[in-house]
């Protein structure tokens, strides 16, 4: 008899905004990669946990005035699930 199967690994998630963040408001995305695009945008990149934890992100986007360009759900590599 085999045991229960390990739970998948949360989904990783790629959310752009219109900006930068300053180190300060950076620290609110803490445990997620930040990547500051040269047409001014941010991209946050992260494994996220849930609904909940993602609506949180977006939240915190919204509380800082930042303009979401896009969300979208990363595609997995071949082989190896995100």
């Known amino acids: 008899m085999t ?3 390990p739970p998948a690994p949360a989904p990783v998630y790629e ?3 219109r900006g930068h963040l ?17 047409d001014g945008s941010t991209m946050i990149r ?3 946990s849930d609904p909940p934890a993602l609506y949180g992100l977006i939240n915190r986007i ?20 995100e």
């Open 46 to 48: 992260g494994a996220i």
């Open 22 to 38: 300053s180190e300060r408001h950076a620290r609110w995305f803490e445990g997620l990669e930040m990547i500051a695009q040269a």
């Open 62 to 81: 919204r509380d800082l005035g930042l303009e979401l360009i896009s969300l979208r759900k990363a595609p997995e590599q071949a082989g190896k699930p």
């Open 15 to 17: 959310i752009c905004f």
């Open 3 to 5: 045991g229960p199967l």
